[in-house]
Every structure is written in structure tokens, then in C-alpha cells.
Nanobody
Framework: QVQLVESGGGSVQAGGSLRLSCAASGYTYSTICMGWFRQAPGKEREGVARIYSLGSTGYADSVKGRFTVSKDNAKGTLYLQMNSLKPEDTAMYYC???????????????WGQGTQVTVSS
């Protein structure tokens, strides 16, 4: 059973930084696609960043150049470094796994419980 536990959320002023972490277990970590999603109140959940099994990455246009996704296979941990944060980045952030071999936004099928990020102006 895949288990994902996020941490690192909090409140920060615009222009600040946060790093989210996701402790993952229950599957072959190094061979799977992982990512981060977010959902703001009243909005649909959206994909933010993803990292493929061999390490290449993809980002939503709204966070390119500001967010960096990475993983530590030895620790079984996924990270999201968020810099130059904006009030519109305020949302619940979720760690997710795509277990079926594909890595499109729609392929993610396991989710953590989420961690809140709040950016004030």
C-alpha cells in the first residue's frame, strides 16, 4: 500500500520561500513517477510539478522558474522548493504518485493528506 506524508507547509510573505517534503513508502520508489498538486479554495486541483523515474521534470507554467521538484531515492523523499512565492500560490499542496507507468497529470492515483501553504501580500 502506497503511503505519502507531506510536511513543510506554513505561512510566508510574498517573495519568500518554503520547502515541502513528502515521505513515501509502499512501492519501488526509484521506478515511479511522483509529483505535487495544489488546490485553492473554490478552485480545481492542478498539477504543479512532476518528476519522472529517471529524474527529468515538468512544471506548470505558473510556477516555472520559481519551483523546483527533486527526490532522494535513498531516503524515499520527494521535495518541492518554492521560491519567490506569490499570494496566488496559496493552496493545499498534495504529494502524489502515478503507479501505472505513465506520468501525465491524469495518471496520478495515490495522494497524501496535504499541507497548507499560505502566502500573504
Amino acid at each position: 500500500q502506497v503511503q505519502l506524508v507531506e510536511s513543510g507547509g506554513g505561512s510566508v510573505q510574498a517573495g519568500g520561500s518554503l520547502r515541502l517534503s513528502c515521505a513515501a513508502s509502499g512501492y519501488t520508489y526509484s521506478t515511479i513517477c511522483m509529483g505535487w498538486f495544489r488546490q485553492a479554495p473554490g478552485k480545481e486541483r492542478e498539477g504543479v510539478a512532476r518528476i519522472y523515474s529517471l529524474g527529468s521534470t515538468g512544471y506548470a507554467d505558473s510556477v516555472k522558474g520559481r519551483f523546483t521538484v527533486s527526490k532522494d531515492n535513498a531516503k524515499g523523499t520527494l521535495y518541492l522548493q518554492m521560491n519567490s512565492l506569490k499570494p496566488e500560490d496559496t493552496a493545499m499542496y498534495y504529494c502524489a504518485v502515478a503507479s501505472g507507468g505513465w506520468c501525465r497529470w491524469a495518471d496520478f492515483d495515490y495522494w497524501g493528506q496535504g499541507t497548507q501553504v499560505t502566502v500573504s501580500s
